[in-house]
């Protein structure tokens, strides 16, 4: 069973490297990247910079493309959708992220750029924790896509068209009907896409995936919590619908009629360096109307 958090992690090797990722065009995120990459260099940490998302002035970096990048960990200052485009770049998905927010909810996220630099002062201490998320893969055939953290969504490659999914657990079939589409979510991604879709929060120390579909019509298709352990099947089964499956809101692949889109646990997890065990703190804060 995988160990969610990883307690007094050592976070600094004798590297002393840190990637920085922004997300483009806001000049708010560029000035925090300039902060942090002068804290760095104060404490004699290098710094690389992705030159097409971070205008980082400071002469203390090294321009570095996220796919180059060989480091003890990245700081991405963006939100969620800055996360899950350094992780579809980067060449070890295991590096440890450390995530400032700069974008709308920010669930992924760890701290403000008004807080960042004294939760970095902490995290070059090891006063942190590693929290570890399942990634899941998928592919059809032989045909493997990429690793994701939140969800395999599969929708019609014609807008507003249906598509008729038959579902199967392990090769048992478990559901047939039509839905918009449907995908497959991690526990972190049950926050994300999965939860605006109906499906419920699964809890990460749940060792699952939850199966939603989008818009089923008079419900013909279930929202199901299965073992991740398992290998679920999508089945485009309506002849001359042709769909895509859409990894993390990255990357998209052609799925043809007929086809099986296979899903199950992948090998890699992905790591963020947390201040602390602060998932559900996150989920009433950021996820949780505040009406009351």
Request: negative net charge; glycine residues 8%.
């Amino acid at each position: 069973m995988l160990n969610l958090i990883v307690e007094k992690p050592q976070i600094l090797t004798d590297k002393r490297l840190v990637g920085l990722v922004c997300k483009p065009g806001r000049p708010e995120a560029d000035q925090a990247a300039n902060r942090i990459a002068e804290f760095m260099g104060s404490h004699d940490i290098s710094v690389l910079v992705d030159p097409g998302s971070c205008g980082v002035s400071s002469e203390r970096v090294d321009p570095t493309p996220i796919e180059e990048m060989d480091v003890d960990f990245v700081v991405t200052v963006g939100g969620d959708g800055t996360i899950l485009y350094t992780l579809s770049k980067m060449k070890d998905r295991e590096t440890p992220l450390f995530c400032v927010n700069r974008g709308s909810v920010g669930f992924l996220t760890e701290t403000s750029t008004t807080t960042a630099i004294t939760a970095l002062e902490k995290v070059i201490r090891n006063e942190c924790v590693i929290e570890q998320n399942v990634n899941i893969a998928s592919g059809v055939g032989e045909r493997r896509f990429e690793e994701a953290l939140n969800e395999v969504y599969v929708v019609s490659r014609m807008p507003g068209r249906l598509l008729t999914f038959q579902v199967h657990l392990d090769g048992v079939r478990i559901d047939y009907g039509r839905a918009d589409g449907a995908m497959v979510s991690t526990p972190s991604g049950s926050t994300a896409y999965s939860l605006a879709a109906g499906g419920s929060i699964l809890s990460p120390d749940v060792n699952g995936f939850i199966f939603v579909p989008v818009c089923p019509p008079r419900f013909e298709l279930k929202s199901v919590v299965i073992p991740d352990n398992c290998v679920i099947e999508l089945e485009l089964v309506k002849p001359g619908a042709q769909g895509l499956a859409v990894i993390d809101g990255q990357a998209t692949w052609d799925i043809e009629p007929s086809e099986k889109v296979w899903v199950k646990k992948a090998d890699c997890v992905t790591r963020f360096i947390r201040l602390y065990d602060n998932y559900w703190d996150r989920v009433n804060t950021r996820l949780v109307p505040r009406t009351l």
